[in-house]
Nanobody, 116 residues
């Protein structure tokens, strides 16, 4: 099993920044990649960003390109999402996930609130 613990959410004004963290533990040796999805009130869950293990490539939703950066710390088994120039439409619960081949593991989610 894999456990994911997210942190770093909170309240920020529009134009501000936040950094989310996702620490993975357990059977992480099969990791193919990790990333983030988000879900705003009344909406479905949408892809935000992903970082692949080998090769180390990244993917972003068009809505966050140029503002968000995903990175990882191998030694800490942690993935980060640096979010800059936040907009009210970025407000959502952000969920970390770990892809291990056929299986995805999810964190509990962390709330990001952006005030205008």
């Amino acid at each position: 099993q894999v456990q994911l613990v997210e942190s770093g959410g909170g309240l920020v004004q529009a134009g501000g920044s936040l950094r989310l963290s996702c620490a993975a533990s357990g059977r992480t040796f099969s990791t193919v990649g990790m990333g983030w999805y988000r879900q705003a009130p009344g909406k479905g869950r949408e892809f935000v960003a992903r970082i692949n293990w080998t090769p180390s490539t990244t993917n972003y939703a068009d809505s966050v390109k140029g503002r968000f950066t995903i990175s990882r710390d191998n030694a800490k088994n942690t993935v980060y999402l640096q979010m800059n120039s936040l907009k009210p439409e970025d407000m959502a619960i952000y969920y970390c996930y770990l892809n291990a081949g056929w299986t995805n593991y999810w964190g509990q989610g962390t709330q990001v609130t952006v005030s205008s």
